[in-house]
Structures are given as C-alpha cells and as structure tokens.
C-alpha cells in the first residue's frame, strides 16, 4: 500500500534540500512571519486561516524548520469541527499527523466510493490523502469508477489539478493511466511549467501536481513525460519566488503564500 501522505512530503523535502542554506533560512522567514498570535498562519487576506496553515506547516516540515508546534495544534483543535468541510479536513489532517489525534481509517473512503461520494476524481484523491495508506483494493475500485467518467474525451476538458489525482488514483491501485498522462502532457507550456486549461497560462499549482501525478507508479510515458520538460519547468518553478519570499501562483503574482510556497517545493522535489 503506497502512503500518499509520505509520498507528498518526501517529495517536499527534496525539493528543500536543493535549496542553499541562505536560500531555506530565507524561505523559512517569511513563512514565520505569517504567523499569528492564535496560533495560525495567515491567509491572503492577512488573518489566520486552517487552509493556509496547513500549507505553511506542511512547508516548514519539508524544511526542517522548528515552530511551536503546540500553539498551533490549538489553533487547529478549534477547527476540527468547523462547519466549512475544507477547514475542519485540514484541521483534522495536521493534528493526526502530530499525534494529537487519529488519522482517518481507511474505512472511511471506502465507505464515501461504496456510497458514491467521492465520484469527484480530485475528492476521492483527498480522501487517499487524509487516510495515508489505502488497501489497492479500495484504490481499484475507486480508480475502476474514475476511468467511466473518464471516458468519451472528458479527460480532454477537466482541469489539470483532477487530471494528476487521477494519475496518482491509478498508481495507488497499481494501474495504467497512458491516456491520462497523454493529456497531462499537452498541458505544459512551452516556457515551462504547466497549465491548469487547455490554452491557459502555467501556473505552480498545476506543475506542482502534474509532476507529482507523473512521478508515481512506473509508467514508462509518465517518467519521459517529467523528464523532457525537467529543466524548463524547473525555470519556471524559480521564477514564481516572488520579492515577498514566498512562492507565488505564477512569475506575475502579486504575493505569495503558504499555499503556493508548500508548491514551489514539492514541484522542485520532483525536478531532482
């Protein structure tokens, strides 16, 4: 059973470790600075956010940055039960990881693909994700209900972010997914990086999980697919370090943030 969870952070990880020490130091400071006095990190709009502090969290991890592990675990014990779903997930997510409760069984995603919940390809991904090992069982069945939807050209016309989750479903259930990284591949750009549309600009979103996607399992196409576009997508990586410190959506971003720095290193890990 591949852990998805471990897969995403080892990933990270290489990515910091590429970086110069000047460079991480200089990483982790602006990531610190987005900390709040509750606990939390901020969000684009300056105040504490448990979406955003799931990624400045997961990015100081990938760093090998200390942080105060126990104010911020309050901060999130506060939203496990928040009515927004996506709060109290990642919420609940950081706090299973550090002990400080328990991670999702496996029962659980089992029981939203028996039940039809997750036909979404990029919520039955999540749902692998908060579980961290999922039975290749769970993975086949899951994948099996993908490849329907999949079908008669809708590949063509999803966007990129549920193009990758269903590469990395495919991997977790062992399966060939050629066609889905066929259509991965017409959405890098030529500058670099890929784009989450057909026709649209790259952005670090979608080069961060279209690489990943590619990187899992060992399909012969996926790893040409990653390694032909590794320099120019790496330029494009470096270039979303925005002035701020943190990595932005694109070169021409305003700001950056938690969410888009956690990113910029997973995306650098797979240029390793």
């Known amino acids: 059973m591949m852990n998805v969870f ?5 990933a990270a990880a290489r990515g910091a470790e590429g970086l110069r020490p000047a460079a991480r130091a200089a990483l982790v400071a602006a990531l610190l600075k987005l900390r709040r006095p ?50 109290a997930r990642c919420a609940r997510l950081l706090l299973a990881a550090e002990g400080r409760g328990a991670r999702a069984s496996w029962l659980a995603p089992a029981l939203a693909v028996l039940r039809g919940d997750a036909r979404d390809t990029y919520g039955a991904f999540l749902l692998a994700l908060a579980a961290g090992r ?40 062992e399966e060939g997914a050629g066609d889905v990284a066929a259509v991965l591949a017409t959405r ?14 790259a952005d670090l979103l979608a080069t961060a999980v279209a690489r990943f996607a590619l990187a899992l399992g060992s399909s012969p196409a996926a790893a040409r697919i990653r390694a ?6 790496l330029s494009f990586v470096q270039a979303c370090w925005l002035d701020d410190g943190l990595f932005g959506a694109s070169p021409a971003a305003r700001q ?11 995306a650098l ?4």
């Open 38 to 87: 509750d606990g939390g990190f901020a969000g684009l709009d300056g105040r504490s956010d448990p979406y955003y502090a799931l990624f400045a969290w997961l990015s100081l991890r990938a760093l090998g940055a200390a942080y105060d592990r126990a104010a911020l675990c309050a901060y999130m014990a506060a939203h496990r039960r928040a009515a927004n779903r996506v709060d």
């Open 228 to 233: 032909d576009g590794r320099a120019d997508d």
């Open 269 to 272: 890990g797979t240029c390793r």
């Open 134 to 173: 999922v039975p290749r069982w769970l993975a086949r069945l899951a994948w099996r209900r993908q490849q329907r939807l999949l079908a008669a050209g809708a590949a063509e016309r999803l966007p990129t972010p549920r193009l990758a989750a269903a590469l990395a479903l495919a991997a977790l259930a």
């Open 256 to 266: 950056g943030d938690a969410e888009h720095t956690f990113y910029g290193l997973l």
């Open 188 to 201: 890098r750009c030529a500058g670099g990086g890929f784009a989450s549309a057909a026709g649209a600009p």
């Open 6 to 10: 471990q897969s995403v952070e080892k």
